[in-house]
């Protein structure tokens, strides 16, 4: 992805250097030879997520906004009582960074109070930038519009907590509240027990029985990760999948490369149900679960879309441990690069079987966190991996939430216009079990057109390739693009 002007490479040499980690290979061998953190020091994945917030503290890209709405099952008092117990029950929400006495970032206990800013009616928690409400606005308005300024204000994470809240009551009855979390503080396995402590009636509140934390060595799985990583997704020669080219930086300039982000767009398309249904009987026949299937089926796309026969895409994956309890340990999140080679002669069958090898291959090294792995590459003189498309199966946030009796809740993810990714391609699951593709993409380097011809393109895959089994990958894709005007 070579998106960087020479003005955001030196910004992220400078940034690099005052980290720490400008390039020199001892400060890169040194990342990986550190302890694993003791009770009450970040862990590894959180490790990684703040150095990446130390690099630009001012991003956005890494805040999650939610905008829930509550009937009038829930008065204003029960969602903000939900939200103080939920928030001073949990070291990772109530909690700053300090460094601690060896220089390693640690949590430190902060203090926090809400506060209503009209009595009654508007409330509030964490730090909060201005919404900027006119006078006379529609409630709707006023409160859309802040979801928008929460969720891209950034957070100081060595004064703020990683968490802030605006609580509405609605004028006609129920609650509409906005919700903001850094990264830092939660993956996608924790935010539905976050979500789910603001759901619950308080009497449904239990205590957890966590298992000790243990302690994991990496060494020999970090290894054969490294291995698996140069003989695959590493490995010299691979072209960027959206525009064919092989990468123009030299490998030490691709590490900030990488680091980039930009301006981005947001679109939905769903996923037909029985359409669903038959790829997961196709997800019986070669062996996988139907998500993986998901993840070739994205894969297959991006072959379709761009003739590419060999690429990687990025798999995010959670890592959170049964001793990793939501409210003692926040982000632990990972990424697992996959290297697709696709042959058209093979028959859709055949070309499924070796893609969902891939997937399991690659999975197989998921519990070895990503910074380690490329700590390793990067001091061995290798890139950063050359890969420009993320690739996702994940519930919708209330999936598996138990909302009480006779109450109606919703909950809708607020898009910040910042990504990092040239395409991102999501399947996300909801409460009820359908399924539609969620599409980011980067405005200055694909536009509208090509976004939804990527949706047009994985919904077609979705509906075909369960009737296309034992035909030939190229004629299947030749059916496609004409099918959506490839």
């Known amino acids: 992805m070579n998106v960087l002007t020479d003005a955001q490479m030196e910004l992220m040499r400078r940034r690099l250097a005052d980290a720490g980690i400008a390039g020199d290979q001892e400060a890169a061998v040194a990342e990986d030879t550190r302890p694993e953190p003791s009770d009450g020091d970040l862990g590894v994945a959180e490790r990684r997520m703040w150095k990446i917030y130390e690099l630009d503290p001012e991003s956005i890209s890494h805040n999650h906004g939610v905008f829930l709405e509550f009937d009038d099952a829930y008065s204003v008092e029960a969602v903000i009582a939900s939200f103080e117990r939920l928030v001073n029950a949990s070291a990772v929400l109530s909690s700053v960074i300090a460094d601690g006495d060896d220089g390693l970032p640690r949590r430190a206990p902060n203090r926090w109070d809400g506060?209503?800013?009209?009595?009654?009616?508007?409330?509030?928690?964490?730090?909060?930038?201005?919404?900027?409400?006119?006078?006379?606005?529609?409630?709707?308005?006023?409160?859309?519009?802040?979801?928008?300024?929460?969720?891209?204000?950034?957070?100081?994470?060595?004064?703020?907590?990683?968490?802030?809240?605006?609580?509405?009551?609605?004028?006609?009855?129920?609650?509409?509240?906005?919700?903001?979390?850094?990264?830092?503080?939660?993956?996608?396995?924790?935010?539905?027990?976050?979500?789910?402590?603001?759901?619950?009636?308080p009497e449904a509140a239990v205590s957890e029985t966590r298992a000790p934390r243990t302690v994991t060595r990496r060494g020999a799985a970090l290894d054969r990760a490294v291995r698996h990583a140069t003989e695959t997704w590493a490995a010299e020669g691979i072209r960027y999948p959206l525009s064919g080219a092989l990468p123009e930086t030299s490998p030490e300039q691709s590490w900030l490369s990488a680091m980039t982000e930009g301006s981005g767009a947001y679109l939905t398309h769903p996923i037909d149900r029985s359409d669903v249904s038959a790829l997961a009987g196709v997800a019986r026949t070669v062996g996988a679960t139907p998500n993986a299937v998901f993840i070739v089926v994205s894969a297959l796309s991006i072959a379709a879309m761009t003739g590419a026969d060999d690429y990687v895409l990025?798999?995010?994956?959670?890592?959170?441990?049964?001793?990793?309890?939501?409210?003692?340990?926040?982000?632990?999140?990972?990424?697992?690069?996959?290297?697709?080679?696709?042959?058209?002669?093979?028959?859709?069958?055949?070309?499924?079987?070796?893609?969902?090898?891939?997937?399991?291959?690659?999975?197989?090294?998921?519990?070895?966190?990503?910074?380690?792995?490329?700590?390793?590459?990067?001091?061995?003189?290798?890139?950063?991996?050359?890969?420009?498309?993320?690739?996702?199966?994940?519930?919708?946030?209330?999936?598996?939430?138990?909302?009480?009796?006779?109450?109606?809740?919703?909950?809708?993810?607020?898009?910040?216009?910042?990504?990092?990714?040239?395409?991102?391609?999501?399947?996300?699951?909801?409460?009820?079990?359908?399924?539609?593709?969620?599409?980011?993409?980067?405005?200055?380097?694909?536009?509208?057109?090509?976004?939804?011809r990527a949706a047009n393109v994985v919904a077609e895959l979705v509906a075909r390739v369960p009737r296309s089994l034992d035909r030939p990958v190229a004629e299947l894709f030749d059916e496609i693009r004409s099918a959506v005007g490839v």
């Open 115 to 201: 506060r209503w800013v009209v009595h009654g009616q508007v409330w509030e928690w964490g730090s909060m930038p201005e919404t900027g409400a006119a006078e006379g606005q529609e409630y709707a308005e006023v409160v859309r519009g802040a979801a928008s300024v929460l969720s891209t204000a950034p957070f100081r994470l060595r004064q703020d907590p990683p968490i802030r809240a605006r609580v509405y009551a609605r004028p006609n009855g129920g609650v509409s509240m906005v919700l903001v979390l850094h990264h830092l503080a939660f993956d996608e396995t924790a935010l539905p027990r976050i979500i789910g402590g603001l759901v619950a009636r």
């Open 314 to 452: 990025l798999v995010p994956a959670d890592n959170r441990q049964p001793e990793d309890a939501p409210d003692q340990v926040g982000y632990c999140g990972n990424v697992v690069p996959m290297r697709f080679t696709i042959d058209p002669a093979a028959s859709t069958k055949d070309a499924l079987r070796a893609a969902v090898s891939t997937v399991y291959d690659a999975m197989e090294f998921s519990s070895v966190d990503y910074g380690p792995i490329l700590t390793a590459l990067r001091g061995a003189g290798g890139r950063f991996p050359v890969a420009e498309v993320m690739v996702l199966v994940r519930n919708a946030p209330l999936r598996g939430v138990p909302v009480p009796d006779g109450a109606s809740v919703s909950c809708e993810t607020v898009f910040k216009g910042v990504v990092h990714y040239p395409l991102s391609l999501a399947f996300e699951i909801s409460e009820d079990d359908r399924v539609h593709l969620e599409i980011e993409y980067r405005t200055d380097v694909l536009d509208t057109s090509y976004a939804r």
